[in-house]
């Protein structure tokens, strides 16, 4: 018989089989091969301090394909500079913001994803083409989360809460109809698709470094008269907060086992909430937990006597990565009480296992003072 809505011959026996086809299909995106792609970095600038620009500017030139800038500036030697550089620039006076350009941007970039990056901002040497050429090569993923770091000298960060970690929406595709745009200043896109972060490298912030506190102020002024109660001056006038800072000439390299290093001061306040970057190696037994749902990093708290303190902790999901070595950061809550602890970085597949335990992870503690 002929199904004339269909246009295809079937046979009377044929009918039988609707019973043995199940009607929810698992689909495992793991399957999706990916593609190579291409990237567009953006930076919008006034080019106020044109050195620092024109540096940040060649340090980018081996991880794109195209370079773009928009200037907001009437500056001709600025320009002329500039386009010495870029591949593609563009002069826009007057918006004053990023987030004031996102339309621009999105017109200026011909590529397939777009990575922005502000004039104070740099790229930690993690980052590498080879690395950014894996994330869009993703065919799964529309956005990238990056951390930030907040320098106040030049190997000197804020590792505690609210700047780290400061995670920026930097990196997604070009392509407007995914996308919500942002209405106010400091506020991301939004990206309709799956999101993930990336830990293997960060994006450096050296405003609290290159500017001072004058400046600051000045920048907090502005920002409060464009979007009252929107002058982040907790971050720009962190002097006046109580921070937690990490060295990074103090890393230790003592290693932990599978745990390369743990970035955290061995000194701690306790009334502060710190992040911890870790490095480590995966092995390739546990390389299959990481891409399951129930499958989280968390960590672990003993006392000097090596007696648990406290076992359960927030659970993290594993950031996307390529290769044998993650970089993770990491929130801790610290204990209530001053003392020597040691903190454990653990894997846990919930109701299952604690790799550390199970012999999959051979993770050591890391001796800290809590005041």
């Not at 970690?165 to 990206?191: E, W």
């Not at 920002?223 to 907060?241: F, I, K, V």
Request: with cysteine.
């Amino acid at each position: 018989m002929e199904d004339s809505n269909i246009g295809i011959s079937a046979t009377p026996s044929s009918f039988g089989l609707e019973n043995k086809i199940a009607t929810f299909i698992e689909q495992d995106e793991k399957l999706i091969k990916p593609r190579e792609s291409s990237i567009s970095f953006v930076v919008v600038t006034r080019a106020v301090h044109l050195d620092r620009l024109l540096s940040l500017l060649h340090s980018l030139i081996p991880l794109k394909d195209e370079l773009c800038v928009i200037l907001d500036s009437t500056d001709k030697h600025a320009y002329e500079e500039v386009l010495k550089v870029a591949d593609r620039v563009e002069v826009i006076v007057g918006k004053g913001y990023p987030e004031h350009c996102a339309i621009d941007i999105l017109n200026l970039c011909t590529k397939e994803w777009i990575f922005r990056i502000d004039d104070d901002e740099t790229l930690s040497e993690e980052c590498t083409r080879e690395l950014l050429q894996q994330y869009i090569s993703d065919r799964t993923k529309a956005a990238y989360w990056i951390p930030r770091k907040w320098y106040i000298s030049s190997t000197e960060y804020i590792a505690t809460s609210p700047w780290l970690p400061d995670s920026q929406m930097r990196l997604h595709r070009n392509l407007p109809a995914i996308m919500n745009l942002p209405n106010h200043i400091h506020t991301h896109f939004g990206v309709v698709g799956k999101n993930a972060v990336i830990h293997q490298f960060c994006i450096q912030h050296w405003d609290l470094v290159w500017n001072s506190r004058e400046k600051r102020e000045e920048k907090v002024r502005y920002y409060e008269r464009l979007l009252p109660g929107n002058g982040c001056d907790c971050y720009y006038l962190y002097e006046t907060e109580n921070i937690g800072t990490f060295c990074e000439e103090t890393a230790d390299s003592r290693g932990y086992g599978d745990i390369i290093s743990i970035r955290l001061p061995e000194v701690m306040k306790k009334e502060l909430s710190y992040t911890a970057e870790i490095e480590l190696n995966i092995p390739e037994r546990v390389k299959p937990l990481l891409s399951k749902k129930d499958v989280f990093f968390s960590y672990h708290w003993f006392d000097h006597k090596g007696e648990v303190y406290g076992w359960e902790y927030p659970r993290f999901e594993p950031p996307a990565f390529f290769g044998d070595r993650m970089r993770l950061f990491m929130p801790v809550q610290l204990p209530a009480t001053a003392g020597e602890y040691q903190l454990q970085i653990d894997i846990v597949e919930e109701f299952v296992q604690w790799c550390s335990q199970s012999g999959l992870l051979e993770s050591r503690p890391k001796t800290v003072l809590i005041e």
